[in-house]
């Protein structure tokens, strides 16, 4: 199969690879850009494991081609830190208990942080939707609701696209 050149802003660094052609997102992120954040989950789209943001939506990266992505950006677990802080999702999971196994983690982290960029105070219906593509067999969703609630609480209106009130 002919590889495919596809350059795309990966967590805020320009990445430049050449891919398989109809090779999946999932794929080149986990073995060619070397971002294992992503989970391989069910390889169909799911269970939402692989969630990825491009350009602002929540995306299945198991379903998504590499070869989409050309000139997009995407989010990943592997870039919501800033530095040693982090992300306030990821605080808030942690104080929830909202990570149990953590294989659906990575996958909600995205699926949530996509919905508080667009809507910084969701309603706990507005969160049970944005999560509904993500399969969890671990925390019966409650703690995993609490805390996005929570994470949107304590960042409100200062959330912003980046997801610190700042840019990066």
Request: with cysteine; glycine share 16%; charged share 15%.
């Amino acid at each position: 199969m002919a590889k495919v050149p596809v350059r795309f802003t990966l967590n805020g660094r320009e990445t430049a690879l050449f891919v398989d052609g109809g090779a999946n997102l999932l794929e080149v992120l986990r073995r060619g850009a070397g971002d294992l954040s992503p989970k391989y989950g069910c390889g169909q789209g799911g269970c939402g494991a692989c969630t990825v943001i491009i350009d602002g939506k929540s995306q299945l990266s198991c379903l998504t081609l590499a070869e989409s992505v050309e000139g997009k950006s995407i989010s990943t677990t592997g870039g919501l830190q800033n530095g040693p802080d982090l992300h306030p999702l990821q605080e808030a999971f942690m104080e929830h208990f909202a990570a149990q196994c953590g294989y659906c983690t990575s996958g909600m982290l995205m699926a949530a942080k996509a919905l508080l960029d667009t809507n910084p105070n969701p309603s706990r219906g507005e969160v049970i939707e944005a999560l509904g593509g993500n399969l969890c067999r671990c925390t019966g969703y409650e703690p995993i609701i609490d805390a996005v609630l929570t994470a949107a609480q304590r960042t409100g209106r200062s959330y912003g696209a980046t997801g610190f009130g700042g840019t990066r």
